[in-house]
């Protein structure tokens, strides 16, 4: 990967994490997930 991919990536992937988190439970539970499972689901860490 070059360095510009890298940081559009992760930008990318920090934007995913700031809006889940903004989700209320009933709508992260129509997507299936919960709230602890944000990163682990965006980082697949």
Same mark, same amino acid.
């Given at each position: 990967? %070059?360095? *510009? +991919? ?5 930008? $990318? %992937?920090?934007? $995913?994490?700031? +809006?889940? /988190?903004?989700? #209320? +439970?009933?709508?992260? /539970? #129509?997507? *299936?997930?919960?709230? +602890?499972?944000?990163?682990? $689901?965006?980082? *697949?860490?």
């Amino acid at each position: 990967m %070059k360095f *510009g +991919e890298i940081v559009r990536s992760y930008t $990318a %992937k920090r934007r $995913a994490v700031r +809006e889940l /988190n903004q989700m #209320d +439970e009933r709508s992260l /539970n #129509d997507i *299936g997930l919960r709230r +602890e499972q944000i990163s682990h $689901a965006v980082w *697949g860490r």
